[in-house]
């Protein structure tokens, strides 16, 4: 079954930075989009950025022009990095594909202090 590890999560001040890493056992992660989500508490888990095969990306305009998204095939990882952090990015981080067809991993706090 494949399996989804996120870390890098973290306390960080107000426009700080944190780079999660999604590291998977996807058999073919090179073929399959990915996509980083975030669920903060008392909301719905939201799609916050996708990652084609060909590397292009889309993401929601809450985060555009702060966070990155990135994959590394060869580890079958794929990455977020997150600068200029906000208070209202506090959540769990998790990666799936955009449809979400894997199980769930256990996400990864991020939380940013004021």
């Known amino acids: 079954q494949v399996q989804l590890v996120e870390s890098g999560g973290g306390l960080v001040q107000v426009g700080g930075s944190l780079r999660l890493s999604c590291t998977t056992s996807v058999g073919s992660f090179r073929f399959h989009p990915m996509a980083w989500y975030r669920q903060a508490p008392g909301k719905q888990r939201e799609l916050v950025a996708t990652?084609?095969?060909?590397?292009?990306?889309n993401y929601v305009d809450s985060v555009k022009g702060r966070f990155t998204i990135s994959r590394d095939n060869a580890k079958k990882t794929v990455y977020l990095q997150m600068n200029s952090l906000k208070p209202e990015d506090t959540a769990v981080y998790y990666c799936?594909?955009?449809?979400?067809?894997?199980?769930w991993g256990q996400g990864t706090q991020v939380t940013v202090s004021s």
């Open positions: 799936n594909s955009p449809s979400a067809v894997f199980r």
């Open positions: 990652i084609t095969p060909g590397e292009s990306t």
